[in-house]
């Protein structure tokens, strides 16, 4: 879909300039970052129950 969609490109690469990232990398990027943003929300239930 990014090669078809020139406002997704330019977003895409906003956001890789933003985080820091490659175009090559930035989809690898960002979901490790989701999956660490989804681990961290059991993490927050775990530390209420002690």
């Known amino acids: ?6 406002e997704l490109r330019t977003e895409y690469r ?3 300039d ?3 990232s490659s175009e ?3 989809f690898l990027d960002f979901c490790e ?4 943003s989804q681990e961290s929300i059991y993490d ?3 530390d209420y129950d002690e």
Do not use: P
């Not at 879909?1 to 020139?6: L, R, V």
């Not at 970052?33 to 660490?36: A, H, I, N, Q, V």
């Open 24 to 26: 090559k990398n930035g």
């Open 33 to 36: 970052e989701y999956m660490d």
């Open 14 to 16: 906003e956001w890789c």
């Open 1 to 6: 879909m990014i090669n078809e969609d020139s």
């Open 18 to 20: 933003a985080v820091g």
């Open 44 to 46: 927050t239930l775990n």
